[in-house]
């Protein structure tokens, strides 16, 4: 009547869930030198000195400072980042935030007095626009139309 099998994949969902809500941090005073990859979310109160790359959220603390690389899925900036920065879904730069740089990110919003000195870019996919070939043939034909009337 009960399945062993079906309770072994709620366990294992529930085990692959709290791996990605790990939850991390660089505290006051403390200095991180060297790239961090994790799964987990990050709020960094201390500094970090390289990369740092999450599949989870980043705070940088009014504290915190990040000089280097990082890549993650969203971020909050209360703190200092200076380097290259890829958010894939929103950051958020609090009023105590300065950030220099690059920055990509899907979305973002800046609060009055934060500071961004950083050339910035959206993460979305820009389309060109391209006549349909329907359209084209239908400007090549009156093109054509109206040349062979002035001839």
Do not use: H, W
């Not at 935030?97 to 961004?116: H, M, N, R």
Request: aromatic share 4%.
């Amino acid at each position: 009547m009960f399945s062993s099998d079906k309770n072994k994949k709620v366990v294992k969902t529930m085990v692959q869930e709290n791996l990605t809500m790990e939850r991390n941090r660089i505290s006051q005073k403390s200095v991180f030198k060297g790239s961090i990859t994790s799964q987990g979310d990050f709020r960094i109160d201390g500094t970090i000195e390289g990369d740092l790359i999450t599949t989870g959220k980043v705070i940088i603390g009014p504290e915190g400072k990040v000089l280097g690389e990082m890549k993650c899925v969203n971020a909050d900036v209360e703190g200092t980042f200076d380097g290259r920065l890829e958010v894939k879904n929103s950051l958020c730069l609090k009023p105590s935030a300065k950030v220099y740089g690059e920055v990509l990110a899907e979305s973002f919003t800046v609060e009055p007095g934060a500071v961004i000195n950083a050339n910035c870019s959206m993460l979305s996919a820009v389309k060109e626009l391209k006549p349909s070939s329907k359209v084209e043939e239908k400007s090549n034909e009156s093109k054509q139309g109206k040349a062979s009337k002035v001839s």
